[in-house]
């Protein structure tokens, strides 16, 4: 069982209860190699505008997870997930090529449709057929990534004789976030790995889901992966916690981390209430108690 952990980007994620800055980024990317965490995961938005209208600023994902290729060497860097909608799908695959070889082979390229209409809104892009839309779009990006010449005429993105030169150095692995009958099936079709969020200890909700992507991939191999919310009850607690979380001791969350794994999840993204160092420090000791 691989556990990584959410970086921050923006909101109330910062130490402080503010925006990060990028030495809160780049100490607990530190934190998660140095301690023994599989993976750094960053989310992809322009801004989040809350139910009451409170607008939380977001730094650029893309950037950012440049950024923390440099200052690490070991764990893998994956995005949660990058909004299809905002990069067009030849300049993303460009980029996904270019951070791999970068990092040394590191990146997860984790994808999905987008859903937060405030953002699109607010910067000129189309709300309508955002599944028709991705649907193109992560074909044009799965075969560029793997290598092909791609030439596609739809009815939302158009390339002709598209290749990345110089070619990816390996396969990059893809994933997509998924749960719609639609969104699973492309998954199936063209993903290497899953992604569902956000739970906290598994519930029939979760069931529910792991059982959907297995009909749906058939006999394709996929590696699922979970996103939680970990909240540690020995720190100050945020303003507003996610809910559900998984709260309580190491020993407790060291038996979520099997108990995710009894159910055939391959890697966990763990969201931690607060986003600190120490938080980082707690994921690893858990994974050390239920893996050594």
């Known amino acids: 069982m691989k556990i ?5 980007v923006g909101g109330n994620d910062g130490p402080d209860g503010g925006s990060p800055a990028w030495t809160d980024v780049r100490a607990m990317a530190v934190a998660a190699e140095e301690s023994g965490l599989d993976s750094v995961w960053l989310a992809d938005h322009f801004f989040y505008r809350a ?9 650029e994902a893309w950037t950012l997870l440049s950024a923390v290729a440099a200052s690490t060497s070991r764990v893998e860097l994956g995005t949660m997930v990058l909004c299809a909608s905002f990069r067009d799908p030849g300049l993303t695959a460009k980029m996904a090529a270019t951070l791999d070889m970068v990092s040394d082979g590191r990146l997860i390229l984790g994808v999905g449709a987008g859903w937060h ?27 560029l990534v793997r290598g ?21 150095e390996r396969r990059i692995p893809l994933l997509v976030a998924a749960f719609g009958p639609r969104m699973l099936d492309l998954t199936a ?7 569902t969020a956000w739970f906290g200890l598994p519930d029939e909700k979760l069931t529910d889901r792991l059982t ?5 991939a058939g006999g ?4 699922l992966t979970v996103g939680i919310t970990v909240t540690d009850p020995t720190q100050p607690a945020v303003a ?28 966990l993204i763990v969201g931690t209430e607060p986003m600190t160092v120490r938080s980082v420090e707690r994921l690893a000791e858990a994974k050390h108690l239920a893996y050594s």
């Open 220 to 223: 394709n191999t996929l590696d």
């Open 189 to 195: 079709k063209w993903a290497d790995q899953w992604n």
């Open 117 to 143: 209409d405030p953002e699109y809104e607010a910067f000129g892009l189309p709300t309508d057929h955002r599944v028709g839309r991705f649907e193109e779009w992560l074909e044009i990006v799965a075969r």
């Open 4 to 8: 990584g952990v959410m970086l921050p």
């Open 51 to 59: 139910p009451d209208d409170t607008v939380y600023g977001m730094h």
């Open 240 to 267: 507003d916690p996610e809910s559900p979380t998984i709260s309580g001791s190491v020993e407790d969350l060291a038996q979520a981390f099997k108990s995710y794994e009894s159910l055939g999840v391959s890697h």
């Open 148 to 168: 092909e010449t791609v030439s596609f005429d739809g009815k939302y993105h158009q390339v002709k004789d598209a290749i990345l030169v110089p070619a990816p």
């Open 212 to 216: 959907a992507i297995r009909t749906a």
